[in-house]
């Protein structure tokens, strides 16, 4: 009986879909608007606050149009249709068109030769969409990058061309009028770019325009009359692919993470792009993404599914037919059957009964077992997250939404512990006084730098949530790049770009590694700082002074690019202010002596400790040292006096004294002093300083290109070395942090913050 209903249910399984289609089941969150003029917007999408999964699925619903239009996130770009089932979105795409003139020959106005689509988390289909060029002189080309690899660059294009439209085929693109090509998965961004690739005016009356444009492959059939038609348009249909989260099935239930499928729905790999999708089970129809989202179909009420010849049951995700008493048989009907015969022995029926109920109590059982340790682990991930300052990151974060630049990635602690495979020793870069930094290398290859601390102290948790937020606002190549936190551990965890040639410090203060050091790539590390610098304080959105510039806060990759770390002590300055009084915080030797007597922070506070780093990378000496002599230990006010006396080739660290640059050196000494003086408002502005550093480089860079002598011995040096802990950044203790073995300090202000 039970291989006669399979055998029935997949014989009706058209008949089951188009049924259960006519069915009406919610889509959206209760109490969240379900449509946008015409289009359905089902969850995980949404048009309000708390009615979508996450930013990524924010609908913009822009009723000025009649009927109003659904726009993906706050863009321009418009959607047509969301499908839940096999997770497509169809939007529309801009055309690429380059036109020209008939008479002049000459570009026409209504020129546009390129578009482009960027996308933060959907995927283009490869499956669904064709790179399509269109025109008798045409030449096109799409590029971008791949969501596996942002650094990959995607690049494929075609040709068409024809010199008559006696030859131009309809419903044919094979290269005469008309070239196509496929995809590659996991385009998210792409740029497409159309021009002639002859001068030629002959062609203009038979083809005035070339065209190209990634469309999808059903709606698209070519016919000459494309060549005219379509100069007005301005868009056509594009398929995306959308998934939820990062992280396979196979992940998620290894590592019993969050899954955003809801009751009576199973987990599905895409095939295209990362993440995954829900799927209602067989038997049920809905938005398997909704709690009872997934609701069962009853097969009994529809004449066209019931194929029980007596008595249908219904049961959840499935049905089974029985005969009444005093009949014997399978129940079923239409001849695949037995049907119900007089007389069937009631034992059997007792029987299947019985099986049924127990295998759905058994069921039932397991479900709310499974239910239960999930509803704990939410819990317990949920207090983590609050205990960790998730709310006041949320609530910060949110203020920045309108920002162009990229936000820092909430990673789960699943994807961290198979980044570390679980935080084995071997993983190891270096340890410190508030913890361990292991290297790790996320799913989709990245090499990164998890920092984890030994402890969590609540007191610091603004600092962590300041570093957070400091590090997203930045985005400059010489800048540690945060990419992001996990806040679902008992101890928040910090994810940085992975920088393999130590600190500044080690390769000044290590004679070995100090020979290395020339004065070019010293002078090229100070004006890439400065750089830094300057772009903080005048060209981000928000000015930040950094408070903390030493040489162990700047990293070193294996070309000795400079890249400035720890801005868990940076602050913001609002736009209307100059100075904010702050308690004094810093770095014995680096820190600014009018900012430590008053309190008043400024961004010449930053210049005066970039003014003790050029006298480090000038002498070779520490900021502060307690094996020199009194009158030495404070290395700027020796390097002062030094000036001051003319005794600036006494102090110079001899492997850069005696490169015969000493007319440079000079002038960087009095830059240095410039930053050195005492009060701020004398100090120059670190534009200024980057400026002037940036022209001394090339000063540098001219007289090596008329030097026979090449520095060839400088790539010997570039060997990786392991990182300190501390130069990602700190979430540990105040107290701890500025205690006076490491040579911080920190000042009470009696008069407020």
């Not at 083809?207 to 009359?225: D, L, R, V």
């Not at 239910?371 to 910060?396: I, P, S």
């Not at 005066?608 to 480090?616: M, P, R």
Request: with cysteine.
């Amino acid at each position: 009986m039970g291989f006669q209903v399979i055998l029935m249910k997949f014989s009706l399984m058209g008949v089951l879909v188009a049924a259960a289609a006519t069915q009406e089941f919610p889509i959206a969150k209760p109490g969240c608007q379900d449509r946008c003029g015409n289009i359905s917007i089902p969850y995980p999408f949404g048009l309000t606050d708390d009615c979508y999964f996450d930013t990524n699925f924010l609908i913009t619903c822009n009723e000025t149009f009649d009927p109003p239009q659904a726009f993906l996130l706050a863009s321009n770009i418009r959607v047509r249709e969301i499908t839940l089932d096999d997770g497509k979105l169809r939007i529309l795409a801009y055309v690429a068109r380059d036109c020209f003139n008939t008479t002049s020959g000459t570009a026409a106005h209504d020129n546009e030769p390129w578009s482009m689509l960027r996308l933060n988390k959907f995927i283009v289909s490869d499956t669904d969409n064709i790179f399509v060029a269109i025109g008798c002189n045409t030449e096109a080309t799409v590029f971008g990058s791949l969501a596996v690899n942002h650094d990959y660059v995607y690049k494929v294009g075609c040709m068409s061309m024809c010199n008559s439209l006696v030859y131009v085929p309809n419903n044919t693109c094979s290269g005469i009028g008309c070239c196509q090509t496929s995809l590659a998965k996991g385009v998210r961004y792409f740029n497409v770019t159309v021009s002639s690739y002859q001068n030629d005016t002959s062609i203009t009356d038979i083809s005035p325009c070339s065209y190209a444009f990634i469309t999808e492959t059903k709606s698209f059939k070519f016919a000459s009359t494309d060549f005219s038609d379509l100069r007005y348009v301005a868009s056509l249909p594009l398929v995306l692919d959308w998934n939820i989260g990062d992280s396979n099935c196979t992940t998620i239930r290894n590592n019993m993470m969050y899954n955003a499928c809801q009751g009576n729905s199973t987990c599905q790999d895409p095939e295209n792009g990362s993440g995954y999708l829900c799927k209602c089970l067989d038997g049920y129809q809905g938005n398997p993404y909704l709690p009872n989202g997934c609701q069962d179909i009853d097969e009994c009420k529809n004449s066209t599914l019931n194929i029980c010849d007596k008595k249908c049951i219904n049961t959840p995700g499935s049905f089974h037919c029985s005969c009444p008493e005093g009949y014997q048989g399978d129940g079923i009907k239409n001849g695949t059957g037995t049907g119900c015969i007089r007389d069937r022995s009631l034992v059997i029926e007792v029987t299947v009964g019985i099986g049924v109920g127990l295998t759905a109590l058994l069921v039932c059982i397991t479900w709310m077992y499974w239910g239960f340790k999930k509803w704990k682990l939410m819990k317990l991930k949920e207090k983590f997250f609050r205990q960790n300052g998730g709310l006041m990151l949320q609530q910060q974060l949110s203020k920045r939404e309108g920002s162009t630049a990229e936000t820092a990635k909430i990673f789960t602690a699943g994807e961290l512990e198979k980044a570390t495979n679980n935080y084995d020793e071997s993983k190891i870069l270096g340890t410190g006084g508030y913890g361990t930094v292991y290297k790790g290398m996320l799913i989709d290859g990245r090499i990164v730098a998890i920092k984890k601390s030994k402890m969590v102290d609540q007191s610091q948790i603004q600092q962590f949530i300041n570093e957070v937020v400091v590090l997203s606002q930045i985005n400059h190549r010489n800048v540690v790049k945060l990419l992001g936190c996990c806040l679902e551990t008992e101890v928040p965890l910090l994810v940085y770009e992975f920088v393999t040639n130590g600190t500044l410090f080690e390769h000044i203060h290590n004679k070995s590694k100090a020979l290395a050091l020339t004065w070019e790539i010293r002078l090229r590390i100070a004006a890439e700082t400065a750089g830094v610098l300057s772009y903080l304080h005048s060209a981000a959105s928000v000015p930040i002074i950094h408070r903390d510039i030493k040489t162990t806060n700047i990293l070193l990759d294996d070309n000795y690019i400079a890249k400035v770390s720890d801005f868990g002590t940076s602050r913001l300055v609002p736009l209307d202010q100059d100075e904010l009084s702050t308690m004094v915080q810093g770095t014995l030797g680096y820190l600014d002596p009018e900012y430590l007597h008053t309190s008043q922070l400024t961004d010449k506070s930053d210049v005066y400790s970039f003014g003790v780093v050029l006298v480090e990378l000038l002498t070779g000496e520490k900021a502060l040292s307690f094996q020199r002599p009194e009158e030495e230990r404070n290395l700027a006010m020796y390097f002062l006096n030094a000036l001051k006396e003319d005794r600036l080739v006494n102090v110079l660290e001899d492997c850069i004294a005696n490169e015969g640059n000493i007319e440079q050196l000079q002038e960087v000494s009095n830059l240095a002093k410039r930053c050195l003086r005492v009060k701020g408002e004398e100090r120059p502005m670190m534009k200024e300083v980057a400026m002037e550093l940036e022209g001394l480089r090339m000063m540098v860079k001219h007289s090596w290109v008329n030097n026979s002598k090449s520095n060839s011995e400088e790539t010997k040096y570039l060997l990786a070395e392991s990182v300190d802990v501390d130069h990602y950044g700190d979430i540990a203790s105040a107290s701890a942090r500025y205690d006076s073995t490491r040579n911080h300090v920190i000042l009470p202000i009696h008069d407020g913050r």
